[in-house]
C-alpha cells in the first residue's frame, strides 16, 4: 500500500547451483584474514551442469525480486543425512570481492543467539556460535537501497571436517532496459524444487502466535485505541494450493482480513478447497494487540499434518491499518528425513496486501486500483508510514510464531530414529485402549486396521490386527501382545448395535462477533463416519458461546478514520467552500449516535473573479440549539459558488433559539467559622452559618440548611450584678484586670424565615491599663420557621 513505484519495473534472475567439492586453499589464512576471507578466495572444482540439493539456502517465500529497505527472512538448510558443524554467510554487491566495507550489499540481524552470531574479524558476515551438528540455522537479512543492483548471499559450510562451497543463490535487480545480471549461468538451471514429501501417518501441532507490536517497539504514531490483532486464519493444504504468498495477488478473502480483520471469506474460499485442505486453523482475536503473558495466555490453534497436505498458511491483521498484516505462507512441516518437524518458531515482519494505498495505521480507505502485488513492509516505503526510517535497516519483528508438534498417528518411517521423549510424548498423546494390560515401559506404534474376516457366511470366523514395539524401555520386563484378535462375521449377520457416528475434532474458536465489549463465537465440526446402519448422527456439529472483547472499552465510545482529503473548492474564481469527511469505524454499542464530526466545512480561495457576480447556494437548515435548555444560538450556512472574493452577500446567520427553561438549584456558600461560644462560663452554644447565593427556581432542588448549633461549655461562672441605667440586669463577666461595658442589645434577624442570626458585643472600656483585653461577641439563631 506504500511507495510501489519504486520497485516497478525490475527483474530477478537465479543462478543455477554448484556440485559441491572440497575447497583447495594455497595456504591456511592468517588469524586477521579470518573465515570470510576464505569465502572470497573458494575456488571450485568441477562442473556447474549437476544441481547439488544436500545443503539449500531458501529465502522466505521464494520472491522473484527484492524490495529495496524490505527485511526477508533467510534459512540454511543440510538434507538428511547431511549437517554441518559450522558455517558464514556473507551478502556481495555484483561484481565485488569484498574487500572494502562498500562491497557488502544490505545488514543481517541475528534472530538465533545461541546459534547464530556476527564474525569478530569479517562484521558484516554471520556465522556460528559454537561448532557443533546443525541441520538448520535462520537469520534476517534486510535489502539495501534501490540501485543496489545484483546481490550475491554467499555461504560457506563445515562439514566432515572440510570446508565445502555450497550453491551460491542471489537477487538481480536491474532495469528492464538495462543489461542482465552479469553471471556465467546456463538458463535452464533453477532454484532446487521442493522435495515431495516422504513422510508416513499423520502429525498434530499446536501454533501459538505471540504480539510484540506495542508502543514500546515501534512508538511512532502507535494508536492506542482500537490496537489489536484480528482473527488468525489460515490452513494445512497442499503444494497445489497456497491461501497466500509474496508476489502474489490478494483473494478477496484476504482483502476482507487484511482491511477489515474479517476472517469469515478467506474461510469459505478455504473450505471450497477442501481436498486440498486438511484442516482449517483459527485463533480469536487479541484486544488490545500486546497483552503481558501472567494476564491472558496467547491465541493458539491445533492442526494436523500428512503427506499430502504438510505445507502450513495463515494470516492476520494488526489492527488498524490500511492492508497489513503478519503471517507464513507454505511453511513446509515434512522433513528431508521423512519425518515431522519437531519445532518451528519465527519472527513474524509485517506485509502490503495490495489492496489499500494507505500510509498510516488510521489513514482514510483508499483502493488500490489497479490491485497491487502482496509485498513486504520496508523501512524506506513512504515518509508519513510508522515505520519509516531514512537510514534503512532491520524492520523490527511484530509477532513471534510458535509451531510445536504434539502427537503423531500412524506408523512413522523417518529414517532419523526417534528419541525416546518423542516417542513418550507421542504416546502421551494416544488414549489408551481400554484392557490394555501392557507394561508402561513397553512403547508400541498404534494398532493397524482389522483385517477381512475369515468367514464369508454367519459363521463365526477371526480378523487380526498388529502393533510395531518401537521401544523398550526396561530390558528386564517383557513386552506381549503385539497381535490381536477378534470373533467376526459376514456383513449383515453381525447381531451387535450399529457402529456410532464417528466424529472430527472441534475446529479451533471462531473470531468474537463483537469489537468491543459482549459477543458470541463458534466452533464446529463434521461427522468423519456415518453409522454403518445409515442412521442419522445425533451429536451436535457446531457450538456458540458468550466472549469478550476489549472489556475496558464504553458502551458510548465511537472509533473515527482519520480526516480525507479535501473536496475541490466549491468557487472557479473568487472565494468558495470546501469540504472534507471521515468515516465511522465503529459505532457506539449502547446504540447511541456517534458524537464525532464526521464533516468538516472551510473557506477556500480562487482567483479573482473580477466583475462576475456572486453565485450563491441555498440557504442550509438552521443547526441544533447551542444550548440543551434555556436561551441559545443556532446557525446555517450557505456557500459561495462563484463570483469575486470580495463579494459581501452574507454566507452564515445566527438565531435565537428557545428551548424548555433550565431547572435552577438553589446555591449556597461555604460554611463560615463557628462563633465563639455564647457563654463566657458556664455552658452555652456556638453557631456557623452559610449564605444563600442563588435561590432555587421551577424544578430545581431546595436549599439546605443555613444554620448549625452545637453546645459549648467554658469554665465555672464567678458572676455579679448591676442595674443598668436603663433599669435592666446585665450580667457583666470581666476579664481579670480589664474593665468593660454593659452587653449591647440584640441586633436584627438577618433573616425573617428560614434561619437567620442576632448579634450584641460587649465592649473594652477606653481606658482600660490592660493590653490583653478583648471584645466579645455572642450570636443566636433566630427565625428559623420554613418560609
Not at 62 to 81: F, H, I, K, N
Not at 329 to 353: F, H, S, Y
Request: aromatic content about 8%.
Amino acid at each position: 500500500a506504500l511507495d510501489r513505484n519504486a520497485s516497478r519495473g525490475f527483474l530477478l534472475c537465479f543462478v543455477c547451483s554448484f556440485v559441491p567439492t572440497a575447497i583447495a586453499f594455497s595456504e591456511e589464512p592468517s588469524r586477521s584474514d579470518g573465515f570470510c576471507g576464505r569465502i572470497l578466495r573458494a575456488q571450485t572444482q568441477g562442473t556447474r551442469r549437476d544441481g547439488y540439493h544436500e545443503f539449500r539456502l531458501r529465502v522466505e517465500g521464494d520472491p522473484e525480486s527484492y524490495q529495496p529497505g524490505s527485511s526477508y527472512r533467510v534459512v540454511l538448510l543440510a538434507s538428511s543425512p547431511a549437517y554441518f558443524r559450522g558455517f558464514t554467510l556473507i551478502a556481495l554487491k555484483e561484481g565485488r570481492e569484498g574487500t572494502a566495507a562498500g562491497h557488502y550489499a544490505g545488514q543481517f540481524q541475528i534472530i538465533e543467539e545461541e546459534d547464530t552470531q556476527f564474525m569478530t574479524n569479517c562484521p558484516p558476515a554471520v556465522t556460528e556460535t559454537t561448532p557443533r551438528r546443525r541441520t538448520r540455522i535462520q537469520v534476517l537479512w534486510t535489502a539495501p537501497p534501490a540501485g543496489s543492483g545484483c546481490v550475491i548471499l554467499k555461504y560457506v559450510v563445515l562439514a566432515y571436517h572440510l570446508f565445502l562451497l555450497r550453491p551460491n543463490f542471489f537477487f538481480c535487480l536491474v532495469p528492464v532496459s538495462d543489461r542482465p545480471c552479469q553471471f556465467m549461468c546456463d538458463p535452464i538451471a533453477t532454484l532446487p524444487p521442493a522435495l515431495e514429501c516422504c513422510a508416513c501417518g499423520t502429525a498434530k501441532y499446536r501454533l501459538t502466535f505471540f504480539g510484540n507490536w506495542s508502543e514500546k517497539i515501534h512508538p511512532k504514531d502507535f494508536p492506542r485505541r482500537a490496537n489489536h490483532w484480528s482473527a488468525l486464519i489460515g490452513a494445512s493444504h497442499t503444494a497445489g494450493y497456497t491461501p497466500w504468498e509474496y508476489g502474489g495477488y490478494a483473494s478477496e478473502g484476504v482483502r476482507q482480513v487484511a482491511e477489515l480483520g474479517s476472517p469469515i471469506k478467506m474461510e469459505e474460499e478455504i473450505r471450497q478447497k477442501a481436498d486440498e485442505v486438511l484442516t482449517v486453523i483459527k485463533t480469536k482475536a487479541q484486544w488490545p494487540a500486546w497483552q503481558p503473558l501472567n494476564l491472558r495466555a496467547p491465541p493458539s490453534a491445533e492442526f494436523s499434518v500428512d503427506r499430502v497436505r504438510h505445507l502450513m498458511s495463515f494470516l492476520t491483521m494488526l489492527g488498524p491499518s490500511p492492508d497489513w498484516n503478519v503471517g507464513l505462507t507454505k511453511e513446509d512441516l515434512c522433513t528431508p528425513e521423512c519425518g515431522w518437524v519437531q519445532r518451528m518458531e519465527a519472527e513474524l515482519l509485517p506485509w502490503d496486501a495490495g489492496t489499500d494505498s494507505g500510509v498510516t495505521y488510521e489513514s482514510p480507505n483508499k483502493p488500490t486500483v489497479p490491485q497491487d502485488r502482496i509485498r513486504p513492509l520496508s523501512r524506506l516505503d513512504h515518509p508519513q508510514s510508522p515505520f519509516y526510517d531514512p537510514l534503512g535497516g532491520a524492520m523490527p519483528s511484530l509477532a513471534r510464531v510458535v509451531v510445536e508438534r504434539i502427537a503423531r498417528k500412524g506408523e512413522q518411517c523417518n529414517t532419523v530414529p526417534d528419541l525416546v521423549d518423542d516417542i513418550v510424548a507421542d504416546i502421551g498423546q494416544q488414549e489408551q485402549e481400554k484392557g490394555d494390560d501392557a507394561p508402561e515401559t513397553c512403547i508400541y506404534s498404534a494398532w493397524s486396521p482389522w483385517s477381512a474376516c475369515s468367514s464369508a457366511t454367519c459363521d463365526k470366523g477371526r480378523r487380526m490386527r498388529q502393533r510395531m514395539l518401537k521401544a523398550q524401555l526396561d530390558p528386564t520386563v517383557a513386552c506381549p501382545r503385539t497381535q490381536d484378535f477378534q470373533p467376526c462375521m459376514a456383513p449383515g449377520c453381525s447381531l451387535e448395535e450399529p457402529s456410532a457416528c464417528m466424529m472430527s475434532e472441534w475446529i479451533g474458536w471462531s473470531a468474537c462477533s463483537a469489537s468491543c465489549g459482549m459477543g458470541m463465537r463458534s466452533r464446529e465440526r463434521y461427522v468423519q463416519q456415518y453409522p454403518e446402519d445409515g442412521a442419522l448422527c445425533q451429536l451436535h456439529t457446531e457450538e456458540t458461546e458468550k466472549c469478550q472483547v476489549n472489556a475496558e472499552c464504553s458502551p458510548s465510545s465511537c472509533i473515527v478514520t482519520e480526516w480525507g482529503e479535501w473536496d475541490p473548492c466549491s468557487a472557479t474564481c473568487g472565494l468558495g467552500m470546501r469540504r472534507r469527511e471521515r468515516m465511522v469505524k465503529m459505532p457506539p454499542l449502547d446504540g447511541s449516535m456517534c458524537k464525532a464530526e464526521v464533516l468538516e466545512v472551510d473557506k477556500c480561495m480562487m482567483p479573482d473573479c473580477g466583475a462576475a457576480p456572486c453565485m450563491l447556494s441555498p440557504w442550509s437548515d438552521w443547526g441544533g440549539c447551542s444550548v440543551s435548555c434555556g436561551v441559545g444560538m443556532r446557525t446555517r450556512q450557505r456557500m459561495l459558488k462563484s463570483g469575486p472574493a470580495s463579494c459581501s452577500e452574507e454566507l452564515e446567520q445566527s438565531d435565537k433559539c428557545m428551548l424548555p427553561e433550565c431547572p435552577v438549584d438553589c446555591m449556597v456558600s461555604e460554611w463560615s467559622e463557628w462563633s465563639e461560644c455564647n457563654k463566657s462560663c458556664g455552658k452555652g452554644h456556638t453557631l456557623r452559618s452559610r449564605m444563600v447565593k442563588l435561590e432555587p427556581g421551577p424544578g430545581g432542588s431546595a436549599c439546605p440548611e443555613t444554620v448549625q448549633r452545637k453546645k459549648c461549655k467554658v469554665r465555672k461562672c464567678g458572676k455579679r450584678r448591676r442595674r443598668g441605667k436603663q433599669g435592666r440586669d446585665a450580667a457583666v463577666e470581666e476579664q481579670p484586670g480589664c474593665r468593660m461595658q454593659p452587653w449591647t442589645g440584640w441586633t436584627g434577624c438577618t433573616k425573617s424565615c428560614g434561619g437567620g442570626i442576632q448579634e450584641r458585643f460587649m465592649l473594652v472600656k477606653k481606658k482600660a491599663k490592660v493590653a490583653s483585653c478583648k471584645d466579645r461577641k455572642e450570636i443566636r439563631g433566630c427565625n428559623v420557621e420554613p418560609c
